[in-house]
């Protein structure tokens, strides 16, 4: 089975970056559906971004043009990277893997803080 490891979260200013990792126990961010998805506090959860096998990459209007999802097939890991990151960015970000053969299943992540305060 599937193990997938979110890193990077933190504290940050309104206007700056992070960039999460997500590493995955096996060889599937090629294969499957990778994505990125947030919660705030109240709120539902929201997908914020994918990235499919053939390396396609869809993004909410809420992030477009300022968070980009990639890939380092290699090290098993996908990354979000966040630039110009805003108050109502604040939420814990989740890593999920998907096998497109699949609509039922489901690999999470822990889940990593990113908090934007001044």
């Known amino acids: 089975q599937v193990q997938l490891v979110e890193s990077g979260g933190g504290l940050v200013q309104p206007g700056g970056s992070l960039r999460l990792s997500c590493v995955a126990s096996?060889?599937?961010?090629?294969?499957?559906?990778m994505g990125w998805f947030r919660q705030a506090p109240g709120k539902e959860r929201e997908l914020v971004a994918t990235?499919?096998?053939?390396?396609?990459?869809n993004y909410a209007d809420s992030v477009k043009g300022r968070f980009t999802i990639s890939r380092d097939i290699p090290e098993n890991t996908v990354y979000l990277q966040m630039n110009g990151l805003k108050p109502e960015d604040t939420a814990v970000y989740y890593c999920?893997?998907?096998?497109?053969?699949?609509?039922?299943?489901?690999?999470w992540g822990q889940g990593t803080q990113v908090t934007v305060s001044s």
């Open positions: 096996r060889n599937i961010v090629s294969t499957h559906i």
């Open positions: 999920n893997a998907r096998p497109p053969w699949s609509t039922m299943s489901n690999f």
């Open positions: 990235i499919v096998r053939s390396g396609g990459t």
